[in-house]
């Protein structure tokens, strides 16, 4: 979990970046959807149940992120004009949508088990997160970054 942080955290960063950019930001959607589409090898009744269950999971998850970016991030850079009170509210606000991200993932692993097989579940994390890697490492390629 610890791992997924870090990745996380540049992958939010990235994603905001990109929010301004609509086409691309669409066009890394739909490089997604592709990505896990082949790993999974979904059939078509496995797809057809998978993917609005996938989508809504997603714009949740898009939801508290964006709500993180506005609630979180824009008042950490000034953590040292804050007063114990307000880094208190702060921290408590960070906790608490750190919780409502893993609620989400939990009840979205429940609704795939109806779905999905428990071997294509643990594919559909281990695609995400190889999607993220990839999407970082085109990013740091193109930024001369290696």
Do not use: C
């Not at 589409?37 to 898009?62: G, M, V």
């Not at 109806?114 to 997160?129: N, Q, R, T």
């Amino acid at each position: 979990m610890n791992k997924r942080i870090p990745i996380a955290l540049v992958l939010t960063f990235f994603a905001f970046s990109l929010y301004a950019q609509r086409p691309v930001r669409d066009r890394i959607k739909t490089l997604k959807v592709a990505f896990i589409t082949e790993r999974l090898s979904l059939s078509s009744e496995e797809a057809q149940a998978f993917w609005p269950i996938y989508n809504a999971h997603d714009e949740k998850l898009e939801g508290i992120r964006r709500r993180e970016r506005l609630e979180l991030k824009t008042r950490i850079p000034l953590v040292q004009d804050l007063t114990n009170q307000e880094s208190s509210a702060l921290l408590k606000k960070y906790l608490s949508i750190q919780n409502e991200k893993h609620q989400a993932d939990q009840e979205f692993i429940s609704n795939l088990q109806g779905v999905l097989a428990p071997k294509k579940i643990l594919l559909l994390l281990k695609a995400e997160e190889d999607f993220k890697k990839r999407l970082l490492q085109q990013y740091r390629k193109r930024q001369g970054g290696g």
